[in-house]
C-alpha cells in the first residue's frame, strides 16, 4: 500500500522554490498528519520524500510518530518521473 502525503503550507518567498521552508502552520500540519496516521495505526516500512525543503520537513515530522526513517529521493524532485529509480531509493 502507497500512502501519498503532501508537504504541509510554506513560505511565499524564497532564494528558490527548492529551499522554501514549512511555516508554522505547516508543522502543525504536518504534525496532524502523523498523528492522525498512527492513530489509524499505519506502519509504513519507509518514507521517501523530494529533496525539497518543505518535504523533507514535512516527512520528518509526519514520519516520526509512525517510527520510520525519512530517505530523501531525487526521483521525486519533479520533472521527469522514474519508478526504477524511486524503487531503488527504497532498496527494492
Keep these: ?11 511565499e518567498e524564497a532564494r528558490d522554490d527548492a529551499s522554501r ?19 489509524l495505526g499505519v506502519r509504513p516500512d ?5 529533496p525539497k525543503r518543505r518535504a523533507v520537513d514535512t516527512a520528518r515530522i509526519a514520519c516520526g ?9 531525487e526521483a521525486l524532485r519533479g520533472g521527469d518521473f ?7 531509493d527504497r532498496g527494492d
Excluded: F, N
Excluded at 500500500?1 to 513560505?11: K, P, Q, S, T, V
Excluded at 521552508?21 to 492513530?39: D, H, P, S
Design 21 to 39: 521552508r514549512l511555516t508554522a502552520k505547516g508543522r502543525r500540519q504536518a504534525e496532524a498528519a502523523g498523528r492522525a496516521l498512527a492513530e
Design 65 to 73: 510518530p509512525l517510527g520510520v526513517g525519512v530517505t530523501e529521493s
Design 1 to 11: 500500500m502507497i500512502w501519498l502525503l503532501r508537504h504541509g503550507d510554506a513560505e
Design 46 to 50: 519507509a518514507c521517501l520524500t523530494s
Design 82 to 88: 522514474d519508478p526504477e529509480e524511486l524503487a531503488a
